[in-house]
């Protein structure tokens, strides 16, 4: 594990480390463990990263054992129905671990708790949780988690929404060469069916002077991989008013010594400019993957979603993006059943699948989610009928994914080492630039180095090779 800090100094971020320090007092002389579980995307994931810096300073350390905990915390998303009944599963099984242990501190924080009716509904079904709080005041989690040790009350605090981004809070990264580097919060697209606008607030951009100083030390701390966050990074900076953008941040970042790859994650069609596809041409270090969701490929559909493109404008774009740089991997991001769709529609986006030819595509089931005007919308799409789209998509894309990676047998390519593959411990692994998983024989040496690899076997969603 690594740490790292950004610089700008803030006084409520102060105040935060003052009680970071009264909590270490108040631990010193014991071992104190916690377990962390994060539900949905990567901007959660990084915001678990934050979680687990402010936790070791206060002199925590992790297990992975609930059973073990002095603290055990739920960061959890919204965005799917079955992730938050996950988490309602998880807090109901911890009732028996708080009776045993009456010390243990139960706490969920992130995107669900921002939803005034689940907030209620913990409070009043799950008892034994002492903590509640939102995803804008994450950086109050030391003065929490404090109030909530010294009391026996159950500490909620969820606020509403913030302006504000702060800085200079601890960092613990799971990872020594790969980084997540969040850009952006929130979003202010209001797609139909997502609840994200809702619970992460409007769209803020960190500086990029804030940007390239994280950055620059994740260099010098031997990252050789960066992923910049958003829901949109397309529409980063337009929030600055200083003439700032996603595609001027490419190239600053671009000049960061150490660093060796930059992705970014999650783009919006309509935001996609000529400046931004320039830029991943000409900045050496922006790797040749681009994630774009298009979710349906029927124009009706789209408008339904409240998407802002047409399918004519997605499929543009993507042939644009091929002619300037032809080497580009495309992946994107599909629901299939949202409310209304016929067969006609569901057919319009096999036809943007097999035009584009995606190298992979994810593929859900179009979910409700309460607060989203889609889920009031009448025609809801049957369970059946949505698992029949699904699986014809998924043959589809496998078959796509599986061509897609036969041109790549025999050819030379360059893949950062991550480590030993999880599926077979005698392999390691490591990704190409256009994001493909390269499995091979090799040795922990090799765990954070560039090399060259020839590939030699394929598979649907990976590929086998040989160091060269
Ligand atoms: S762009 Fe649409 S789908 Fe993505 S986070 Fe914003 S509202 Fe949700």
């Not at 070791?56 to 992790?62: K, L, Q």
């Not at 689940?118 to 903590?131: A, F, Q, S, W």
């Not at 600055?240 to 001027?248: E, Y």
Request: glycine share 6%; net charge negative.
């Amino acid at each position: 594990m690594k740490r790292t800090e950004c610089v700008v100094p803030a006084a409520e971020v102060e105040i935060q480390k003052d009680f970071i320090r009264k909590i270490k007092e108040i631990n010193q002389g014991r071992l104190l463990k916690y377990s962390l579980s994060t539900f949905g995307c990567q901007m959660n994931e990084n915001d678990s990263e934050r979680l687990a810096g402010m936790l070791s300073d206060m002199g925590y350390m992790e297990t992975e054992k609930n059973s073990d905990s002095d603290l055990i915390i739920f960061n959890t998303c919204c965005v799917r129905e079955n992730a938050e009944e996950k988490v309602y599963g998880h807090l109901g099984a911890l009732k028996k671990l708080k009776r045993e242990n009456p010390n243990l501190i139960i706490a969920v924080c992130g995107c669900m708790m921002q939803q005034p009716e689940v907030v209620e509904y913990i409070k009043k079904t799950y008892r034994h949780v002492e903590l509640v709080f939102g995803t804008h005041n994450l950086y109050k989690f030391p003065e929490l988690l404090y109030n909530a040790v010294n009391s026996k009350e159950t500490i909620i605090d969820v606020w509403e929404s913030s302006g504000s981004i702060v800085e200079n809070l601890p960092i613990e990264r799971k990872d020594g060469v790969k980084a997540w580097v969040t850009i952006m919060y929130g979003c202010n697209n209001f797609c139909s069916y997502c609840i994200v606008p809702y619970v992460r607030g409007r769209e803020r951009s960190r500086s990029v002077s804030d940007i390239v100083h994280e950055v620059m030390t994740l260099g010098q701390q031997g990252y050789k991989e960066i992923t910049l966050l958003g829901q949109n990074v397309n529409s980063y900076g337009k929030d600055l008013s200083d003439g700032t953008s996603f595609a001027g941040l490419l190239h600053e970042l671009d000049k960061v010594e150490g660093i060796e790859r930059i992705r970014f994650m999650t783009s919006h069609p309509k935001d996609l400019s000529d400046d931004l596809i320039y830029a991943m041409r000409d900045c050496k270090k922006v790797c040749e993957h681009l994630h774009l969701p298009i979710q349906a490929g029927s124009t009706r559909i789209l408008n339904e979603m409240n998407r802002k493109y047409t399918k004519e404008h997605y499929l543009d774009l993507m042939k644009k993006i091929k002619e300037i740089i032809p080497e580009i991997a495309l992946t994107t991001d599909i629901i299939v059943g949202f409310p209304g769709e016929t067969e006609e529609d569901f057919l319009e986006t096999l036809d943007v699948m097999q035009t584009v030819r995606y190298d992979s595509a994810y593929t859900f089931l179009y979910s409700k989610r309460t607060g989203t005007p889609a889920a009031k919308m009448e025609s809801q799409v049957s369970e059946e009928t949505k698992k029949e789209r699904f699986q014809r998509l998924l043959e589809v894309q496998n078959r796509i994914s599986k061509a897609n990676n036969e041109e790549l047998l025999g050819q030379v390519v360059e893949i950062l080492v991550d480590g030993t593959s999880k599926n077979n411990p005698e392999m390691f692994t490591g990704r190409t630039r256009t994001n493909k998983i390269v499995n091979f024989k090799g040795n922990d040496e090799l765990v954070g180095k560039l090399i060259q690899v020839r590939i030699n076997k394929i598979q649907t969603w990976s590929l086998e090779g040989e160091v060269i």
